[in-house]
Nanobody
Framework: QVQLVESGGGLVQPGGSLKLSCVAS????????MSWFRQGPGKERELVASITNTGGNTNYANSVKGRFTISRDNAKNTMYLQMNNLKPEDTAMYYCNSKGIIGRPYDYWGQGTQVTVSS
């Protein structure tokens, strides 16, 4: 059974930093591209950043470019999201995701970790 478990969220002041982690189990992690999504209060879920299975390519939402960095350590089955210069509008539940087709379609989600940016 595939599990994605996020951690690292919390309350931080504007301008602060947090590093989120997503630990995967039940799958060969190095085969899977991964993404971070977020859903703020009253907002739709949006893609924040994505990374290929090898980590060789990354993509970011315009709203986080230059502030957030996605990375992964395939030896540890873990993906990260380093978030710097956080803004109140970054407040959201952050989710780890992997979606695609390997033999058959798959769409895996974690339970989320809350990030609140407030003074």
């Amino acid at each position: 059974q595939v599990q994605l478990v996020e951690s690292g969220g919390g309350l931080v002041q504007p301008g602060g930093s947090l590093k989120l982690s997503c630990v995967a189990s039940g799958l060969t992690f190095s085969r899977y591209a991964m993404s971070w999504f977020r859903q703020g209060p009253g907002k739709e879920r949006e893609l924040v950043a994505s990374i290929t299975n090898t980590g060789g390519n990354t993509n970011y939402a315009n709203s986080v470019k230059g502030r957030f960095t996605i990375s992964r350590d395939n030896a540890k089955n873990t993906m990260y999201l380093q978030m710097n210069n956080l803004k109140p509008e970054d407040t959201a539940m952050y989710y780890c995701n992997s979606k695609g087709i390997i033999g058959r379609p798959y769409d895996y989600w974690g339970q989320g970790t809350q990030v609140t940016v407030s003074s």
